[in-house]
């Protein structure tokens, strides 16, 4: 039997196009204690970061590593990176309130792009927190986080990345994800002695910068 021309091509050339590769940043969840996971969950490398918003190696960290780290190794599935909060102070609780409230999927962008903006939210609450301070003092936590997450321009961050105002409003009011990044805070100041740090396949390294790290990663088989 012949197969005409046309059948025949259409088949020759469905076999020839290159398969669409998975992006894996795209693959984020949010663990039982409140981290954030990005990437493929069968990975060969595991890295675990623990991060603080007020803290300037953790932004050089993130700035430097994210070409190599998220925009070949994790986007290709050969490293998924978990992310947990070493909270250093409330200006840090309020950032990490905010990021979370991003959610999975956009907690990468925006823990970011409050990284890139260190300086300048810093320097806003921190001349709004003098000038209230009594206030401050006044409020409940959750009340303080909002204040702090609002007067430092944290929220405007998140609302640039494209929450909704109603849902960072409902989730910075929520104490349970207070909570919950307090217990994480404990628990990794109970392993790590300063931020930022980071684990390679549960090898645990204090104090690391991008230069430390890649070569750790790179050892651990991340392409």
């Given at each position: 039997?012949?197969i005409p021309?046309a059948?025949?091509?259409?088949?020759?050339?469905?076999?020839a196009a290159?398969q669409?590769?998975k992006?894996w940043?795209?693959?984020a969840?949010?663990?039982?204690?409140?981290?954030?996971?990005v990437?493929n969950?069968a990975?060969?490398?595991?890295?675990?970061?623990y991060l603080?918003f007020?803290?300037p190696h953790?932004?050089?960290l993130?700035?430097e590593?994210?070409p190599?780290?998220h925009?070949?190794?994790?986007r290709d599935?050969?490293?998924r990176?978990?992310t947990?909060?070493?909270?250093?102070?409330?200006?840090?609780?309020a950032a990490?309130?905010?990021?979370?409230?991003?959610?999975?999927?956009?907690?990468?962008?925006?823990?970011?792009?409050i990284?890139a903006a260190?300086?300048?939210w810093?320097?806003k609450g921190?001349?709004?927190a003098?000038?209230?301070l009594?206030?401050?003092?006044?409020?409940g936590q959750?009340?303080?986080i909002?204040?702090?997450?609002?007067n430092?321009?944290?929220s405007a961050?998140?609302?640039r990345?494209?929450?909704a105002?109603a849902?960072?409003?409902?989730?910075?009011a929520?104490?349970?994800?207070?909570?919950?990044?307090?217990?994480?805070t404990e628990?990794?100041?109970?392993?790590i002695?300063?931020?930022p740090?980071?684990?390679v396949?549960g090898?645990?390294?204090?104090g690391?910068?991008?230069a430390?790290?890649?070569p750790?990663?790179?050892?651990?088989?991340?392409?």
């Amino acid at each position: 039997m012949r197969i005409p021309f046309a059948l025949a091509a259409a088949v020759v050339l469905a076999a020839a196009a290159p398969q669409a590769v998975k992006d894996w940043r795209t693959t984020a969840a949010a663990t039982p204690s409140g981290s954030i996971v990005v990437g493929n969950p069968a990975a060969k490398v595991k890295l675990v970061e623990y991060l603080s918003f007020t803290c300037p190696h953790c932004g050089h960290l993130v700035a430097e590593s994210k070409p190599v780290l998220h925009d070949a190794m994790v986007r290709d599935g050969t490293v998924r990176v978990e992310t947990r909060a070493a909270v250093r102070d409330p200006f840090d609780l309020a950032a990490w309130s905010v990021a979370k409230c991003s959610g999975p999927a956009r907690f990468g962008a925006v823990s970011r792009a409050i990284f890139a903006a260190q300086e300048d939210w810093t320097t806003k609450g921190d001349t709004y927190a003098q000038a209230n301070l009594d206030t401050l003092k006044g409020m409940g936590q959750q009340a303080q986080i909002r204040a702090i997450a609002d007067n430092s321009g944290l929220s405007a961050i998140a609302t640039r990345a494209g929450v909704a105002p109603a849902a960072l409003n409902q989730c910075l009011a929520n104490p349970a994800q207070t909570k919950q990044l307090v217990a994480m805070t404990e628990a990794a100041f109970a392993k790590i002695k300063s931020t930022p740090s980071a684990e390679v396949n549960g090898a645990l390294s204090d104090g690391v910068s991008w230069a430390m790290l890649e070569p750790k990663l790179r050892a651990a088989g991340a392409k």
